[in-house]
């Protein structure tokens, strides 16, 4: 298990990204749920700067997601192509988060809608509880969802973060 750190543009913070067995676990901002995943994953975990990073297949695997992070930030990247780890989560986290992946780059849906895709309409708090979990931030965009209100809402990484990206994907559209 090989981890490495990504930097932003547009003064955003630091991202961690982890990879195992060649697929992405965890890329998300740095901080305390950042921490609290990463006491989760078994310690024989290595973490290599990103110009250190060599042939294994976890360390190619992060190259990619860091090219693939240069150009969505470029704006040449609205897709990404990543083989995804969802077993930290628990079957209902794997389903609000798969359903993640379907919104499209530039737009939003609220929690209630995102419940609704699911068929739990009435389960718009429990998927923005897993929603807040997403290991994967920005990869499986949690950052698209809002508030029925139009509002923000909440975001992991805080609600700067989630306007700053919003406003990026708007920009680039």
């Not at 990543?82 to 794997?94: E, K, R």
């Not at 609704?116 to 929603?131: D, E, Q, V």
Request: aromatic share 8%; glycine share 8%; net charge neutral.
């Amino acid at each position: 298990m090989i981890s490495t750190t990504y930097l932003p543009p547009y003064q955003l913070p630091a991202m961690t990204l982890t990879a195992r067995a060649g697929k992405l676990i965890l890329l998300d901002w740095f901080d305390d749920k950042t921490s609290q995943l990463l006491a989760k994953i078994p310690q024989n975990r290595q973490h290599i700067a990103r110009h250190d990073l060599g042939l294994g297949d976890d360390e190619q695997l992060l190259l990619s997601v860091c090219h693939q992070l240069d150009e969505y930030f470029l704006g040449r990247r609205q897709v990404f192509d990543i083989p995804l780890d969802f077993s930290c989560g628990t079957a209902f986290q794997q389903q609000v988060w798969q359903a993640l992946l379907t919104i499209e780059y530039g737009s939003t849906i609220s929690y209630a809608e995102l419940a609704k895709s699911i068929g739990r309409p009435r389960s718009f708090r429990a998927c923005a509880n897993a929603n807040g979990k997403n290991p994967i931030s920005l990869i499986i965009p949690c950052h698209r969802v809002i508030a029925s209100d139009g509002s923000l809402g909440g975001y992991t990484g805080g609600t700067a973060i989630k306007q700053t990206l919003l406003m990026h994907e708007a920009a680039i559209t």
